[in-house]
């Protein structure tokens, strides 16, 4: 199969030196790699910003804002198999961004923020029959419930989810969720495990 897999967080820049982000570190996409390259598959790995070592055998695609991570998945989705989104794509962007560095000037600052495309979204809609998309949520409560809505919503085959508490740390607590078969935990387990668990259900599902 040809794994196209995204990874790390995006920057929506203020001005060229500021940016908005979040906390993922690109570890789970990473590991996602290097589990579907183990099984003997291709990837293309889509990152955003991080410090972590490419995956040996992997297509590297680099980029930094959600609108660049959306050309790339365009770009590379028609020639893959399976899609799994781990990337932590921001929601919003400032409307315009400054060319030159804003000066501090003790006085309140507003950002006019707008959002981002819904790169999971798209794939769903554009998908073929043949092709696999499997999405990340994060949820803080009602964590079953927003998953399962998500799943069907941006009609996704298979969906991933944790909680906060997931982020940053070695080993968590995550829920994979089918659109053709029921709920299954995988309890304080490496990202690696976790990342082993994903790719054998996705070749379950192309089976």
Known sequence: MHFLI???????????????????SGRMGFALARAALKSGHRVTLITGATALRPPVAAKMVNVETAAEMFEAVKKHFPRCDCLVMAAAVSDYTPVKRAKAKIKSSGRALTIKLEPTAD?????GAHKKRSQIVVGFALEDRNVRANAERKLRAKNLDMIVVNTPAAIGVARST????????????VRNASKVTIARRIISRVEGLAE
């Open 174 to 185: 995550i829920e994979i969720k089918g659109r053709d078969f029921g709920w299954l935990r």
């Open 119 to 123: 790169i999971l979204k798209w794939a």
């Open 6 to 24: 995204t990874a790390g967080g995006t920057r929506e820049y203020i001005d060229p030196v500021r940016f908005i982000s979040n906390a993922s």
